[in-house]
């Protein structure tokens, strides 16, 4: 049972304009959600992160967007660059989930591809 | 660099063999925890080690096992080695068990032939 699910395997955007990655989570225990870049050959790299007592945070060109109530975030990239292409991952974790808050579970990702 | 080192960075052995590989967490991180990513998948949870005792336990077989030492580094063995178990391993640490980011290795890649 997948409990966080990014349901776009790919996605190509125009540089300069906005990339949006979507995130669906079916346990209402995740209280704390991470989005993850990672470029082949590397480990994923952390890019921001949302608690859920909030339904926004931003950083830079990098805003997370929290819906609780229908278990949905979204990572917006703007502008998108070239750089950006990569794989997104999004993660969850809970309060005390298996005995543990830190353990997260990752979606399969989202490769996305910035063309000049 | 984030500072987390895994070590082999590729690993090739036959089926039935029996693998380690270790990770060596960012400078005061306390907790370390195992990935397993095979091909079409996500990073899989195997397991947390937090300084020097198991923490939180995932997805992770019995002939697989891991542990965490007084330096605080990390061993996974991996054992009775399937076809199956060809994959990237990625090794993260974060300061505390808490929610705080993870910040990942690169990785061991385990070919089993």
């Known amino acids: 049972d997948q409990q966080v699910k990014q349901n776009s395997p790919s996605l190509s955007v125009q540089e300069g304009r906005i990339s949006i990655l979507n995130c669906d989570y079916t346990?209402?225990?995740?209280?704390?959600f991470l989005w993850y870049k990672k470029y082949p050959a590397e480990g994923p790299t952390f890019l921001i992160s949302i608690s859920s007592i909030k339904d926004k945070n931003e950083d830079g060109r990098f805003t997370v967007f929290l819906n609780k109530s229908a278990k949905h975030l979204s990572l917006h990239i703007v502008p998108s660059q070239p750089g950006d292409s990569a794989v997104y991952f999004c993660?969850?974790?809970?309060?005390?989930?298996?005995?543990?808050?830190?353990?997260?579970?990752f979606g399969k990702g989202t490769k996305l591809s910035v063309k000049p | 660099d984030s500072g987390v080192t895994q070590t082999p960075k590729h690993l090739i052995t036959a089926t039935g063999q029996r693998v380690t590989l270790r990770c060596s967490p960012r400078?005061?991180?306390?907790?370390v925890y195992w990935y397993q990513q095979s091909l079409d998948q996500g990073l899989q949870f195997l397991i947390q080690?937090?300084?020097?005792?198991?923490?939180a336990k995932g997805n992770i077989l019995e002939r697989f096992s891991a542990q965490q030492f007084p330096d605080l580094h990390s061993e996974l063995n991996l054992s009775s080695l399937e076809l199956g178990d060809s994959a990237l391993y990625f090794c993260?640490?974060?300061?505390?068990?808490?929610?705080?980011?993870?910040?990942f290795g690169n990785g061991t890649r385990l070919t089993v032939t």
């Open positions: 080690y937090y300084n020097g005792e198991e923490r």
């Open positions: 993260a640490s974060s300061l505390a068990s808490g929610h705080s980011p993870l910040h």
């Open positions: 346990n209402s225990m995740f209280d704390y």
């Open positions: 993660a969850a974790s809970a309060s005390n989930y298996g005995g543990s808050q830190g353990n997260l579970i």
């Open positions: 400078s005061g991180d306390l907790s």
